[in-house]
């Protein structure tokens, strides 16, 4: 609207006062078109292409959906594609840089190469021909084979000296055959194009040509190459104008035109115009060159391209300037601002301009959600993270505790085990004594040597295994034989003893408790067989039941009840003190060794009197303790 009322105030002045002169009224269109010029400079970086929305629209998809990373950094490249060919090279460097950095969050070496590349191209495009460098050094570095790695380092060293055309010949000559040998048609594509612009710079139009003609070829083979193809033939135009080749560089124009309205791209039809009225111009034909301009001007008006009607207008407003022709420049100025305001409502680009800067923001705004979800999620891990080994540390802490504690436990248990075994041997070793200072008093010496012979054999397996709480079968029967015959020589053969294992034919394999049926045996002697008149019974039954093997003691005393009526107080005390004993060394063993021993004490029934006495254990293969 600003330039509309200017263009007004202009045309009302010249009505008014007649034709100013030709110095003011130029020196009006001149600033004008000037201020139009820059407005369309600074627009035309701006304008997208529907490609470029429907990449920024999928790009949008992908945020709201939470898609992956690797996902949004794929739309990221897609949308910086689209943008570099529009040759919006900021854009594109901005969206790029963001796909690199997802890309190195994933660690994809296979895509970090390829974007790399279109990184440096597009800051080659800006001129930033160090962070161009750096970038395709960074491409050759993570290149997946061979010529990619070649290819990036030859554009790199290629760029250390952008001013030097032979220098820069060489590098892309290397590119060209290194596609060539891969079959890469898209990198030999962009190296003769490359290879052109260098060969137009030496004033090589026709080496120019050749290279172009070359990719031409390979454009037109190439699934998926047309927009290739179409700007390729707009550069041999260009530069079969610069070889003064008019007919030739006209009829392509020509041609070119016919393909963007059979295409139905008018944009491009505008352009071709345009280029084909400068081909005419540089032929000389300006007839046939100012009736293009107007063809390429009405083509603008027609489908709404404000920004294209107005470069186009420049150069007929140019021309006739040139001409000294006011009248028709004052004309095509007049029509243009009647039609302005037609024209920027239906300008569609400007829609798609107003629609790509909302999804731009949309993106922005996607972007910081997704930034600050990915800071909740890793806020989330860290406490996650740090909880998880606290409580680990916490879990080994009490598991080292409990294995002490469950250590000195079972440390503890297993001295007081050791006291109640020892406990016996000082009660044990007093009657031995006494027996033998019995028989020396009595000047019996046979029985006393006899006696001192069994009690020393006794007292060695005794003390050799003293600090074991389990032991074979076999010792174990050996010490209470031994122990019996002590006995016997002690109440003169008041009782005989029978000791057998019934059912077990390797009583080695088999382990049981140390000295837990002694304290049996001396009850069964002492308070029971030796205040019978008549010698007395003493068994020892050793036999297999299912998982246990049980030990049977059974006399035929005198029996509980009249034991504990003939017992003094002393006496009563130290027999509850070694059933205490037993049934305490029982109970650490079941806890120490998770067993489960049982004892059983009955008196005998029926007419013969005795007690009986049952301890039975856990079946228990040959162990240490």
Not at 42 to 61: E, F, I, R
Not at 205 to 222: F, M, P, T, Y
Not at 590 to 614: A, C, F, P, Q
């Amino acid at each position: 609207m600003q330039m509309q009322r200017i263009y007004k105030r202009m045309l009302s002045s010249v009505s008014r006062q007649g034709r100013r002169s030709t110095v003011l009224l130029f020196m009006l269109m001149t600033v004008s078109l000037s201020f139009a010029q820059t407005e369309k400079k600074a627009a035309k970086k701006m304008q997208p292409s529907k490609s470029v929305n429907v990449s920024a629209d999928k790009l949008t998809d992908a945020l709201e959906q939470d898609a992956s990373d690797a996902t949004v950094a794929d739309g990221y490249v897609d949308l910086a594609r689209d943008l570099s060919g529009k040759e919006d090279y900021v854009r594109a460097e901005t969206y790029l840089n963001r796909a690199l950095a997802l890309y190195l969050k994933l660690k994809r070496k296979d895509l970090l190469s390829s974007t790399y590349r279109e990184l440096a191209k597009v800051q080659e495009a800006q001129g930033k021909f160090e962070h161009a460098i750096t970038n395709y050094r960074n491409a050759s570095r993570l290149a997946p084979d061979d010529v990619q790695k070649a290819l990036n380092k030859n554009d790199a060293d290629r760029l250390t000296n952008p001013s030097d055309l032979m220098h820069q010949s060489a590098y892309i000559q290397q590119n060209i055959d290194l596609a060539v040998t891969s079959n890469s048609v898209p990198e030999q594509i962009s190296a003769r194009r490359q290879m052109a612009e260098v060969k137009k710079a030496q004033n090589d139009n026709r080496g120019a040509l050749k290279e172009l003609e070359i990719a031409l070829e390979e454009s037109n083979v190439s699934t998926g190459a047309e927009d290739v193809s179409f700007h390729i033939k707009q550069e041999i135009a260009n530069t079969l104008v610069a070889d003064n080749r008019h007919d030739s560089a006209i009829g392509l124009n020509r041609a070119l035109v016919n393909e963007a309205r059979r295409t139905n791209n008018p944009k491009t039809e505008v352009n071709q115009l345009q280029n084909l009225a400068t081909s005419y111009f540089e032929a000389g034909e300006s007839t046939e060159g100012i009736t293009s301009l107007h063809e390429a001007y009405n083509t603008a008006i027609e489908k709404g391209l404000t920004l294209e009607a107005k470069a186009v207008l420049e150069q007929i407003v140019a021309h006739y300037r040139k001409g000294r022709n006011t009248s028709k420049a004052l004309a095509a100025y007049a029509d243009f601002v009647n039609r302005l305001d037609t024209l920027v409502k239906n300008d569609s680009t400007l829609v798609d301009e107003k629609f790509f800067r909302l999804q731009e923001d949309k993106i922005m705004q996607l972007e910081k959600e997704r930034a600050l979800k990915d800071e909740l999620i890793a806020k989330q891990n860290f406490s996650r993270k740090v909880l998880s080994y606290s409580i680990v540390i916490i879990l080994i802490t009490l598991a080292v505790i409990l294995k002490i504690l469950h250590g000195s436990i079972r440390k503890n248990n297993k001295i007081a085990l050791q006291s109640l075994r020892r406990e016996m041997n000082p009660h044990f070793i007093f009657n031995s004594l006494n027996s033998v200072n019995r028989f020396i008093s009595e000047n019996n010496e046979l029985e006393a040597n006899r006696y001192l012979s069994s009690y020393s054999k006794l007292m060695r397996t005794v003390m050799e295994n003293s600090n074991k709480d389990f032991i074979p079968l076999s010792t174990e029967l050996e010490q209470l034989h031994e122990y019996l015959k002590l006995e016997q020589l002690r109440f003169r053969d008041k009782f005989t003893y029978s000791i057998r294992a019934e059912e077990i034919p390797d009583t080695d394999s088999v382990m049981i408790p140390n000295m837990l049926v002694q304290p049996h045996l001396e009850n069964a002697v002492w308070h029971g067989l030796r205040y019978k008149e008549e010698a007395g019974k003493l068994s020892v039954t050793v036999r297999p039941e299912g998982e246990y093997v049980c030990i049977k003691v059974e006399d035929n005393g005198i029996g509980l009840k009249k034991s504990r009526e003939l017992k003094t107080a002393h006496q009563k005390d130290r027999q509850s003190r070694g059933q205490t004993n037993t049934f305490e060394r029982i109970a650490l063993l079941n806890r120490l060794y998770h067993t489960k021993i049982t004892m059983e004490i009955v008196d005998k029934n029926g007419t013969e009197s005795g007690v009986i006495v049952t301890l039975c254990f856990p079946r228990i293969d040959r162990r240490k303790d």
